[in-house]
């Protein structure tokens, strides 16, 4: 059991980790002036940066995930 705990979070962290750069560095939206005039909408008047930021707490959370299994296993 514990080795497949091992090995699902080893894999759900790399795989996360790898998209979590990915999304930082390719999906980043290019900053212009006009995304300091739409904080508070950016959802519906910049897409764009809405998947990039929903992308990226996505890709976040599986990092945590992994590395919550790792320590799981570890520990039992």
Not at 19 to 43: C, G, H, M, N, T
């Amino acid at each position: 059991m514990k080795i497949i705990i091992l090995l699902i979070g080893g894999l759900i962290l790399t795989a996360s980790a790898v998209a979590f750069l990915y999304v930082k560095i390719k999906l980043r939206p290019k900053q212009d002036s006009e995304l300091d005039e739409i904080y508070w909408e950016f959802e519906e008047s910049h897409q764009p940066l809405a998947r990039y930021d929903r992308l990226s707490q996505i890709t976040f959370a599986g990092i945590v995930i992994g590395t919550l299994l790792l320590f799981l296993s570890l520990v039992f």
